[in-house]
T-cell receptor
Framework: QKEVEQNSGPLSVPEGAIASLNCTYSDRGSQSFFWYRQYSGKSPELIMSIYSNGDKEDGRFTAQLNKASQYVSLLIRDSQPSDSATYLCAVKASGNTGKLIFGQGTTLQVKP | GAGVSQTPSNKVTEKGKYVELRCDPISGHTALYWYRQSLGQGPEFLIYFQGTGAADDSGLPNDRFFAVRPEGSVSTLKIQRTERGDSAVYLC???????????????????FGEGSRLTVL
């Protein structure tokens, strides 16, 4: 079992729709969770962080965390073609380490 | 510049050669990370530094890989006896650390450089 799992996609949604991206993780002690966006040929950039169970909203983005189910998700409302990218889920390992473990990423395609 | 700087941006080398990749982090960021990324995969953790010391090197694949950060700023990733399987984009990232009662607390919010693409022929 991979430490951080994501469906590689591609996930295709029409412009204006809600895109839902999911991630599961295996380290039950993890406390910090992140979503990074990576455009083709570019480096990852942080878009959301979440530390507590529940929802966290930032503009069109909502991160959801359920530690009991070891599940993190990212919702993108009113999807735009410019949102087309690979979305990487990252989990900070438990214990006395700053190690961040990434999933393989989900490719999102927003079609005009 | 204000961001993370990596050099070279591209490196082509022959199997068996030695390679050094350099990373200059954001000023004031005490945590520095090295990842490598192959096509279609997420970044694979190699090592991270808190200041000058390697806080976690559990991701280094074998003893051909080594990294240093002697003055707590610039870091160099060194690969000996390169193999074709080492071909990838090597990403460096830096992060702010917060002071906590148990020592430095890494926020986990990473700022990445543009990467060094290594091709081993």
């Amino acid at each position: 079992q991979k430490e951080v799992e994501q469906n590689s996609g591609p996930l295709s949604v029409p412009e204006g729709a809600i895109a839902s991206l999911n991630c599961t993780y295996s380290d039950r002690g993890s406390q910090s969770f992140f979503w990074y966006r990576q455009y083709s040929g570019k480096s990852p950039e942080l878009i959301m962080s979440i530390y507590s169970n529940g929802d966290k909203e930032d503009g069109r983005f909502t991160a959801q965390l359920n530690k009991a189910s070891q599940y993190v998700s990212l919702l993108i409302r009113d999807s735009q073609p410019s949102d087309s990218a690979t979305y990487l889920c990252a989990v900070k390992a438990s214990g006395n380490t700053g190690k961040l473990i990434f999933g393989q990423g989900t490719t999102l395609q927003v079609k005009p | 510049g204000a961001g993370v700087s990596q050099t070279p941006s591209n490196k082509v080398t022959e199997k068996g050669k030695y390679v050094e990749l350099r990373c200059d982090p954001i000023s004031g960021h005490t945590a520095l990370y090295w990842y490598r990324q192959s096509l279609g995969q997420g970044p694979e953790f190699l090592i991270y530094f808190q200041g000058t010391g390697a806080a976690d090197d559990s991701g280094l694949p074998n003893d051909r890989f080594f990294a240093v950060r002697p003055e707590g700023s610039v870091s160099t990733l060194k690969i000996q006896r390169t193999e074709r399987g080492d071909s990838a984009v090597y990403l460096c990232a830096s992060s702010l650390s917060l002071r906590a009662s148990g020592g430095a607390l890494n926020t986990g919010e990473l700022f990445f450089g543009e990467g060094s693409r290594l091709t081993v022929l």
